[in-house]
């Protein structure tokens, strides 16, 4: 009420306005000034006030789900949920009649094909009109639009605020095979260094994201969900470890798996950069080197212990010749004395 009576004063001060400066304009031409006024007036209130946000156009794979981001306003101010009643309805039917809507707060006028498959995500109260279909098939291709109303507290009874969005509505693209991973990665893999690899793939249903899998033991793999735009997000798994000569042309997989029902998958070839080993020259060089020296060692050794054995067989040989000389010695002075008695 207090909309119109602002627009009358308002009327009243235009009129004032274009009356001063001319005496002689007639009643028809403030009639038709005062009548577009209004309309503009009334227009741009009433678009700020009913407002809808929907994605115009959105993938759907069949069998999976989809999410399709909505919000809104309305014109009855801070409500709680209670005081508000929302559905999803088929464009061009009458909304709030059973066998029309895809999804109601009356569960009892849902159609049958859509019976237990669509859900409100977001909060009626924080003006959240995010839908989820769920099991999506060939035929939900829609388009749908949604509509509020402002009901009652008491029975639920509607008033005369409502408001159906039928400039906003949504239509689903049906896919009936999922989109490959992108596999992301380096030039080539060195040999005992870290080596990342990216699996990426889009959606539309970030309450069920796709399930990506690898090829490869599970360590090191982190994953990551994001918004890009518009309800379409992306699943990011990244996959760390570190390659062997042994991995050099093996194939690595990445599948994604889709609510559990339909699955893609990418792959590529490892290629490993081998690091320079030059053990086959060290290693025999060594041994040989450490041979030669136990050898000359030895050698050494034993040619010490000869000389010392020699030495000893020298001493015994000299001490005997000096016993048989002072033997010899007695001998001779013995016949020399037995000669002279």
């Keep these: 009420m207090h909309l119109f009576i602002y627009l009358y004063f308002f009327h009243v001060k235009i009129l004032q306005c274009f009356t001063r400066p001319s005496r002689n304009m007639d009643n028809q031409t403030k009639f038709m000034i005062t009548c577009m006024l209004f309309a503009a007036i009334c227009s741009s209130v009433s678009s700020d006030e009913w407002k809808a946000t929907v994605v115009k156009s959105i993938d759907a794979l069949v069998t999976s789900c989809v999410v399709v981001p909505c919000s809104f306003s309305h014109t009855g101010g801070n409500l709680p949920s209670s005081r ?36 409100m995500l977001g909060e009626l109260s924080q003006n959240n009109c995010t839908l989820e279909i769920t099991e999506i098939r060939n035929h939900d291709n829609g388009p749908f639009c949604f509509r509020v109303e402002l009901v009652k507290s008491e029975g639920n009874e509607p008033t005369k605020d409502m408001f159906s969005f039928v400039e906003d509505c949504v239509e689903l693209n049906m896919i009936t095979e999922p989109a490959e991973p992108t596999l992301i990665q380096p030039m080539a893999a060195t040999q005992g260094e870290p080596y990342t690899v990216i699996c990426s793939v889009m959606h539309t249903c970030p309450t069920h994201v796709p399930t990506l899998t690898w090829n490869w033991k599970t360590e090191g793999i982190i994953v990551y ?16 470890f570190i390659p062997e000569e042994t991995d050099d042309n093996r194939e690595l997989t990445c599948t994604a798996a889709f609510n559990e029902k339909k699955t893609s998958s990418s792959k590529l070839t490892l290629s490993v950069k081998r690091i320079e080993n030059y053990n086959h020259i060290i290693i025999p060089a060594v041994v040989g080197i450490g041979t030669a020296l136990l050898f000359g060692i030895f050698c050494i050794f034993m040619a010490k212990k000869y000389k010392n054995h020699i030495a000893e067989l020298q001493n015994q040989e000299g001490t005997m010749w000096n016993r048989l000389s002072r033997l010899s010695r007695r001998q001779w002075v013995k016949s020399l004395t037995t000669l002279s008695n």
């Design 84 to 119: 508000l009643r929302a559905m999803w309805h088929d464009k061009g039917k009458t909304p709030d009649t059973k066998g029309n809507n895809i999804f109601h707060s009356d569960a009892t006028l849902i159609k049958d094909n859509f019976k237990g498959r669509t859900k």
């Design 225 to 240: 969900h994001r918004l890009i735009h518009s309800g379409n997000w992306e699943t990011q798994s990244i996959l760390t």
